[in-house]
């Protein structure tokens, strides 16, 4: 409900506010002083059938100011205590689990990444638990990267176990740069509908509802990189928060968790919670996986309609 100028969630218990879209964080990053908004991209959308509905759909925020999920001096502390590393280069990041399909360098770049990623609400206790797509370039302390889909995270969200929205970036290293959503200044939000960190009101049950986000990650003509979310684009990375993003050699779909700091020794469920079985109706699917070249051309891998792996529970050696 509307109270003066917050947007309210009596559902999920979070203040949503409306700002000034000239006055959000973004602009507190060094480089966007004098950045100029882009308002929309130009490249053609498309909007999916059966969509998971959130956002602020029928409470859009005034013309002239953007959703902005309010955060609090708890949300802070924990983050601080969650990985920033949700898809390692090397396979020496302990805690770090993934089940994803990686796409690596051709001849040319990648200047895009899109994926109708199924909506499951894992049950996690300890960590954390993503469905996302990504684009990254370089290793180690110089990876930059994007990655967009959605998050089950009980430390993240003061204990609440639902699906979220999410966003994350990182230039020149996780532990270095980048966060997830607007913990700090580098995403500019556009739409007046969409909240990032907003929880998902639609997940799909194991042979039962089948809900889903199409996301995509896109790269301008100008060379921000645009977010997208059931043909709504939700907003954009510039291009000059990145140092070694001009030419991304990577994209990758698929699940990710990671486990507790410290660790216990289980890492969280993964996609829809069910260890895997062969049959779809139990599995978290990414169906019309597509990637886009330096040439603008949109490709697909053929006959990917399940990523069986993202349905396994993942348990640390």
């Known amino acids: 409900m509307m109270i003066g100028n917050c947007l309210v969630s009596t559902e999920f218990g979070y203040i949503v506010d409306c700002i000034d879209i000239n006055k959000q964080l973004a602009f507190d990053h060094p480089l966007l002083k004098d950045h100029k908004i ?37 949300d802070l502390i924990a983050i601080r205590s969650m990985s920033n590393n949700i898809y390692p280069q090397t396979a020496a990041a302990p805690g770090i689990h993934r089940a994803q399909i990686q796409m690596l360098e051709f001849t040319g770049s ?15 206790k300890l960590g954390d638990s993503y469905a996302e797509i990504h684009i990254m370039n370089g290793e ?27 966003i994350h970036w990182t230039s ?30 639609n997940v799909s049950i194991p042979q039962g509802p089948h809900f889903e986000i199409a996301v995509s990650i ?46 216990t020794g289980i890492s969280p469920p993964m996609g829809s ?7 779809y109706e139990h599995s978290c699917s990414i169906r019309l996986v597509q990637y886009r070249n330096t040439s603008g051309i949109i490709e697909g891998l053929i006959n990917i309609a399940m990523i069986k792996s993202m349905i396994l529970l993942a348990v640390m050696a």
Request: hydrophobic residues 35%; contains cysteine; positive net charge.
């Open 172 to 201: 020149g290293g996780p532990t270095n740069t980048g966060c997830f959503n607007l913990v700090c200044p580098g995403f500019v939000q556009i739409d007046k509908t969409i909240h990032l960190a907003a929880a998902i009101t």
């Open 38 to 74: 882009q308002k929309r991209p130009r490249f053609p959308l498309r909007t999916i059938k059966k969509p998971s509905m959130f956002g602020l759909l029928e409470d859009a925020c005034p013309s002239g100011t953007v959703p902005i999920r309010r955060t609090t001096k708890e």
């Open 218 to 263: 896109f790269k301008e003509n100008d060379g921000n990189w645009w977010v997208t979310m059931d043909g709504i684009s939700v907003g954009y990375f510039p291009a000059n928060i990145f140092n070694n993003f001009t030419n991304p050699g990577s994209v990758g779909w698929g699940g990710v968790v990671a486990a507790p700091n410290p660790p």
């Open 110 to 124: 990648y200047t895009g990444v899109k994926g109708n990623i199924a909506v499951y609400n894992p049950d996690v």
């Open 273 to 279: 919670g069910l260890y895997a079985d062969g049959k």
């Open 140 to 166: 180690e302390e110089n990876v930059n990267s994007i990655s967009t889909g959605w998050m089950v995270s009980p430390t993240m969200y003061n204990g609440t176990g639902y699906s979220y929205f999410f």
